[in-house]
């Protein structure tokens, strides 16, 4: 079985300023894909960046980039120069499509950015 | 760009009826997901399907039932509707065939109400 764990339930960080969001996960393949997805408050699920297992950089998008440490076992979210529109639930998820009872997306608990002007 | 459509946005049912909702993946994704998510919790998956046949199934109940249209609309049907079912339901798409780089692109969601 594949697992997410979130351990901020709630982060606050000043508009502009960049913020960490901490994802670690526990699988026993080798082979998946990391995802994570945005929830605003009005309720849809925005998906921002994915990482690969074997991808060698770290995966960027505009002011998301993901910090992939393999060995650790984590995949923290890095959003940086803070906007008030950042302020939303960020769910942290993993996909495994080579074991059939894991091929979905597993999501962790959440962490809830404000943005604080 | 084109999204995953859901129909409708908002439904609000008695306990005991019956629900279907609706819906229509991103033009050539022919993989579809249905999602469940509690107030305050993570989605959790029900079901999938793949070129129209079930893939994989998750905690789905027995009440509820879905497929996948030839022109690759999924529907889900709930009967017996439970005060517990209310939730919000997403259903996502993915081009399929990129294994674990399978990017699931999700729609806005469809807010269930049992009273």
């Known amino acids: 079985a594949q697992k997410i764990t979130q351990t901020q339930p709630g982060m606050f960080v000043q508009e502009k300023e960049a913020v960490t969001l901490d994802c670690t996960y526990d699988t026993s393949d080798p082979s998946y894909g990391l995802f994570w997805y945005k929830q605003p408050s009005s309720g849809e699920m925005i998906f921002l960046i994915y990482?690969?297992?074997?991808?060698?950089q770290n995966a960027t998008e505009g002011r998301y980039s993901l910090n992939f440490q393999k060995a650790r076992k984590s995949a923290n979210l890095v959003i940086s120069a803070s906007q008030l529109g950042d302020s939303a639930m960020y769910f942290c998820a993993i996909y495994n499509s080579l074991d059939s009872s894991a091929r979905q997306l597993t999501f962790g608990s959440g962490t809830q950015l404000t943005v604080l002007p | 760009a084109a999204g995953v459509i859901q129909s409708p946005r908002h439904l609000i049912k008695e306990k005991r009826e019956t629900a279907t909702l609706k819906c229509y993946p991103i033009?050539?994704?022919?993989?579809v997901y249905w999602y469940q998510q509690g107030p305050g919790q993570d989605p959790q998956f029900l079901i999938s399907f793949y070129e129209k046949m079930q893939s994989d199934k998750g905690s789905i109940p027995d009440r509820f039932s879905a497929q996948q249209f030839s022109d690759y609309h999924s529907e889900l049907n709930m009967s017996s509707l439970e005060l517990g079912d209310s939730a919000l339901y997403f259903c996502?798409?993915?081009?399929?065939?990129?294994?674990?780089?399978?990017?699931?692109?999700f729609g806005p969601g469809t807010r269930l109400t049992v009273l």
């Open positions: 033009p050539r994704h022919d993989t």
């Open positions: 996502a798409s993915s081009p399929g065939d990129l294994g674990w780089s399978d990017t699931q692109y």
């Open positions: 990482q690969g297992s074997y991808d060698q």
